[in-house]
């Protein structure tokens, strides 16, 4: 079987690309209390809008999917599923409401991944929640034509609970020496789990649970207020290319994980600046300022054509109401341009029309 170790992380050189991620994803840390103190209100509303963003993108880059109108109400607990596709998100949601609450007091070990498996199955009918796999599986990919690619082979499912014990302790290892920066340690971990593919099904949504789990426990909470998940769901085909660069001998020790990491620092990093943007948005205006005010400033920035959800996400200082109004003064005064109608309505800026 494969041996784990991440002590050979130590001797590696990383190129500058890696390492400027580190550095600047460093530099957004030690900000990130000021920002928690600047808008504690605006912030509550990031983290409501970052928790149905993460639960619809990780279950959506899965085929698990269902209407906006119910993924907001299943977030929100004010309804109870109607098939296995709800059944699926709403215990994605409960898993990550608990590693937003508890990820101090949930440590990296095998008998606390299977408890989280375990509850991200609860409300389905499956037998193998909160246990590894009995059956070979593989990592595929499904192509818009529909026909699925195999992407890697993982570990024999005899082989599978040592595997992860050993990931878990070598992490842990690894963090206590400190020899090597955790944000590349966690992608490893992160590369690891995702070869092992220790579960029957749910493998790629915990493999994102535990991505929050590690980076907030080395105190990066990012993902608490911007979607990891979505940033991820975003950009799938690079998240492919670089597991399948990384994956590469895996199964002999000889992999390279360095195209993983750099994918997942580049994510982390443009989730900071995001969230630095979304803070600095509403600590821009003061008690004085209108909605009005802050709406315009939000979409004279922006190219293209948004919608008022996206706007409501931008200026999470403001209500649906508020937005609404300052869209239709917007509108009204000639800066917007409204196309289309009801629920299909979206805007652009005036000035982008010839």
Not at 154 to 183: G, H, M, R, S, W
Request: glycine residues 6%.
């Amino acid at each position: 079987m494969r041996q784990f170790d991440y002590s050979y992380l130590a001797d590696r050189t990383w190129d500058n690309e890696i390492m400027s991620y580190i550095s600047k994803i460093h530099e957004y840390k030690g900000k990130q209390e000021l920002f928690l103190r600047q808008r504690p209100v605006e912030l509550n509303r990031l983290i409501e809008i970052a928790k149905i963003q993460s639960t619809e993108a990780s279950n959506r880059i899965e085929g698990i999917i269902t209407t906006n109108a119910r993924l907001k109400q299943l977030v929100a607990d004010k309804t109870t599923p109607k098939n296995r596709d709800e059944q699926e998100i709403l215990g994605y949601r409960n898993v990550l409401n608990l590693v937003h609450e508890n990820y101090d007091f949930m440590p990296v070990r095998s008998n606390y991944i299977l408890q989280m498996h375990r509850d991200l199955l609860k409300f389905t009918n499956y037998s193998y929640g909160g246990q590894f796999k009995t059956t070979p599986n593989e990592i595929d990919m499904m192509l818009e034509n529909g026909k699925k690619v195999v992407l890697f082979k993982p570990l024999e499912p005899y082989e599978t609970p040592a595997a992860i014990e050993a990931i878990c302790n070598k992490y842990q290892e690894a963090l206590n020496k400190e020899f090597v920066d955790e944000l590349i340690l966690i992608p490893c971990f992160l590369l690891d789990f995702l070869c092992i593919h220790p579960f029957n099904d749910g493998n790629g949504r915990m493999s994102r649970l535990l991505t929050l789990l590690l980076l907030y426990r080395s105190g990066y909470l990012v993902g608490q207020y911007i979607s990891i998940e979505k940033a991820i769901a975003d950009t799938k085909e690079a998240y492919y290319d670089a597991l399948r660069s990384a994956d590469q001998g895996w199964h002999e020790g000889t992999n390279d994980p360095k195209q993983f990491i750099k994918y997942m620092l580049s994510i982390i990093f443009s989730c900071y600046k995001e969230f630095e943007a979304r803070v600095s948005m509403a600590y821009a205006f003061g008690a004085k300022s209108t909605s009005y005010d802050v709406v315009k400033t939000y979409v004279c920035n922006r190219i293209g054509k948004f919608s008022k959800q996206e706007v409501l996400i931008g200026c999470p200082s403001l209500g649906s109401s508020s937005v609404e109004s300052a869209l239709k003064k917007l509108v009204d005064d000639g800066t917007l341009i409204r196309i289309g109608a009801g629920r299909k309505t979206l805007y652009v800026r005036a000035d982008s029309v010839e």
